[in-house]
Nanobody, 123 residues
Framework: QVQLVESGGGLVQAGGSLRLSCAAS????????LAWFRQAPGKEREFVAT???????QYADSVKGRFTISRDNAKNTVYLQMNSLKSEDTAVYSC?????????????????WGQGTQVTVSS
């Protein structure tokens, strides 16, 4: 089992950058696929990015070229670097983990979730 704690959210102007972090507990972090999802007010939660055990990555079309997901297995941490932020990126961002070899964009396939961190982009 793994516990996830996000940090790094906040208020930023459009065009700015933020880096989110998600620290995981446990000694088998290397075995997990990690992902970021987000939920805007009044909308369903949506996939943002995922990173596999060997750093294979996938992104939602809406963030490709602007967001970068990465992981530091020595620190049990996954990051989401967000550049060129837009007002439509405003949401609660949550990290998630699944202990399988395969990445996924489907939230139902992730067993472990953090509590989320708010990102607000002002226009």
């Amino acid at each position: 089992q793994v516990q996830l704690v996000e940090s790094g959210g906040g208020l930023v102007q459009a065009g700015g950058s933020l880096r989110l972090s998600c620290a995981a507990s446990g000694r088998t972090f290397d075995d997990y696929v990690l992902a970021w999802f987000r939920q805007a007010p009044g909308k369903e939660r949506e996939f943002v990015a995922t990173i596999g055990r060997h750093s294979f990555t996938q992104y939602a079309d809406s963030v490709k070229g602007r967001f970068t997901i990465s992981r530091d297995n020595a620190k049990n941490t996954v990051y989401l670097q967000m550049n060129s932020l837009k007002s439509e990126d405003t949401a609660v961002y949550s990290c998630a983990a699944r202990r399988t070899p395969f990445t996924s964009w489907r939230e139902g396939e992730y067993a472990y979730w953090g509590q989320g961190t708010q990102v607000t982009v002002s226009s």
